[in-house]
């Protein structure tokens, strides 16, 4: 089964998307913050993170960064509430991106794209 | 015969500078190693073929940049010149640097690009053992030792190539984010933002691959004025692991149409020509990032304004119209898909049409492959009309929200390669 992390320290965003994504058939494990992000990838080796830009304890792509430089091929979906993100160039380093909404239809369209091309 | 002994020429004027006895290479190029230097970790390349004013400049920011961060490297900075000109060895060894050996190649003057000088310092950089070797813009004013930094370091990491990621304001490099950029993108499916960029770093694996494909090509003389690109594409083809360096300081690249229109025929004839030779890019499905390194020293806005002569735009607009006016009726399928998009010259050339035309215009050169010349002459009109369209609509756009446009522009490239690849009737276009 297609394994999916969802990072993201809002509690009721990682059960929307960890239900709306089971129902999709994949599995969901999920963190609510960056730390040890990297150790967590290298244990449950998922095949594709969606990855909260803005989280208090963590810059979100700070942390895409750090996964990019040591999973070269991961695909990573950011999250967010705003597309000012673009205003940073470290987003570059992500696949795709998603703006939040309780409509799930353009993340899990998203997701099934970059899997697609992760093969 | 006159050029070997211009060579040998400039060979003496060298060895009675530096006291040394020359060593003439088997590619040709006579290397003048003062100090004897058999072994590098890293090694900086400066290509020069004319006398290029900043290069003391630009060697003095190389060796501070060694020095500063990477003070535990045996460095080499090799200048490879093919001016033909005793002058540009005695500058570059007159120049202090401290960090590092200096090694000078002199090459035969025989072409004006820099391809040739580029392969003659990865070749000695291999000899000399290194692990990373970056090439830099020797006349480039911009430089600072920072680039030495963020250049070499993601190979040492274990990336195979670097290439550089400007400061560049919104109207700067339109062939790059115009055609190159998305064509590369939605072939080989990587975001590689500045592929014609020349500062650019290789690993010592990918080093091995250019030397010998360099030799395999079958037009070198393209090469010679592309090797950037080249390289790219030749990461690109074998898949390897690119990184983009982010290059602090504004490196201003003024569309100057005269140079540009040129540049497009090279360009488009080079990425034509590479993309036909491998068939894997049909495979691929859409683009991935590549990793990047030193964006945390990113400004806001770069800080320089555009320059952009519309009006000189329009004449040469104008002027390649009036040239390739007989071509384009001559190749029904961009006459045809003019006339399908309701269109009339000067027309506004969107992202759709715009994508359309340039893989309408590679399979057409799939066809008919000695017309490739035709071809581009009858696209550079339309490639002015997109660089119109481009300026209209981005007026008011800052440069993030152009490269939202640019974005854009290269998810439609990558649609319609899938329907341009799905067409019923389509040959598969790359075999």
């Known amino acids: ?89 470290k987003s570059m380093a992500a696949n795709d991106y998603v703006i939040k909404s309780f409509d799930l239809s353009e993340l899990k369209s998203r997701i099934k794209k970059n899997l697609e091309t992760a093969r | 015969m006159h050029t070997e002994r211009h060579q040998r020429e400039v060979g003496f004027f060298f060895s009675l500078f530096c006291g040394i006895i020359l060593e003439i290479m088997t590619d040709g190029a006579i290397e003048t190693n003062p100090d004897k230097i058999e072994q590098a970790d890293v090694v900086l390349g400066l290509p020069t073929w004319r006398a290029e004013i900043n290069l003391p400049w630009v060697l003095r ?21 093919s001016s033909g000109q005793a002058e540009a060895g005695r500058v570059f060894f007159e120049t202090g640097s401290l960090n590092a050996g200096k090694i000078h190649l002199a090459l035969n003057p025989a072409s004006n690009g820099k391809g040739r000088n580029t392969l003659s310092i990865l070749q000695k950089a291999l000899r000399l053992g290194a692990k990373a070797v970056a090439i830099l813009e020797p006349d480039a004013a911009a430089v600072k030792p920072v680039w ?147 964006l945390e020293l990113r400004g806001s806005e770069p800080p320089y304004n555009s320059f952009f002569d519309r009006e000189e735009i329009i004449q040469n607009f104008d002027r390649c119209r ?33 994508a359309r035309l340039i893989l309408e215009s590679f399979c057409l050169y799939q066809k008919q492959p000695e017309m490739l010349s035709q071809i581009l002459d009858a696209l550079l009109p339309l490639f002015w009309a997109r660089v119109l369209s481009f300026i209209e609509e981005t007026e008011k756009m800052n440069s993030r929200q152009v490269e939202d446009f640019f974005e854009t522009q290269c998810r439609i490239f990558e649609q319609n390669k899938e329907v341009f690849l799905n067409q019923p009737g389509r040959s598969n276009p790359a075999v």
Request: with cysteine; hydrophobic share 40%; aromatic share 10%.
């Open chain 2, 322 to 354: 009036r040239t390739s006016r007989q071509i384009v009726s001559s190749l029904p399928e961009i006459r045809d898909l003019m006339a399908a998009s309701d269109c009339h010259l000067p027309v506004k050339i969107d992202h759709s049409l715009w």
């Open chain 2, 148 to 294: 030495v930094n963020n250049l070499l370091s993601p190979v040492l990491q274990g990336y195979d190539m670097v290439t550089p990621l400007y400061f560049n304001n919104k109207y700067d490099t339109p062939l790059t984010s115009l055609l190159v950029y998305p064509l590369l993108r939605c072939t080989w499916g990587r975001r590689v933002r500045q592929p014609l960029g020349e500062e650019r770093a290789f690993s010592r694996h990918f080093m091995q691959i250019l030397v010998q494909e360099y030799n395999d090509f079958l037009s070198p003389q393209i090469l010679e004025d592309n090797m950037d690109i080249w390289s790219t594409m030749v990461a690109l083809s074998h898949g390897l692991k690119l990184c983009q360096a982010y290059l602090a300081e504004p490196k201003p690249h003024y569309c100057l149409p005269g140079r540009t229109s040129e540049q497009f025929k090279q360009v488009g004839k080079m990425l034509f020509q590479t993309l036909n030779s491998d068939s894997s890019w049909v495979n691929i499905r859409w683009s991935k990032p590549t990793a990047f390194y030193g």
């Open chain 2, 61 to 81: 920011q190389c060796a501070q940049g060694l020095g500063q961060y990477f003070p535990f490297h045996k460095a080499v900075i090799i200048n490879a010149d």
């Open chain 1, 1 to 89: 089964m297609i394994k999916i992390l969802v990072v993201d320290d809002e509690a009721h965003i990682r059960l929307l998307y960890s239900e709306e994504l089971k129902d999709e058939g994949y599995e969901v494990i999920t963190a609510e913050s960056g730390e040890g992000l990297l150790e967590l990838i290298n244990r449950e080796n998922p095949s594709l993170v969606v990855l909260d830009i803005k989280m208090t304890s963590h810059n979100g792509l700070d942390l895409l960064q750090d996964i990019r430089n040591q999973y070269y091929d991961l695909p990573v979906i950011l999250s967010t509430a705003y597309d000012s993100f673009k205003e940073d160039m």
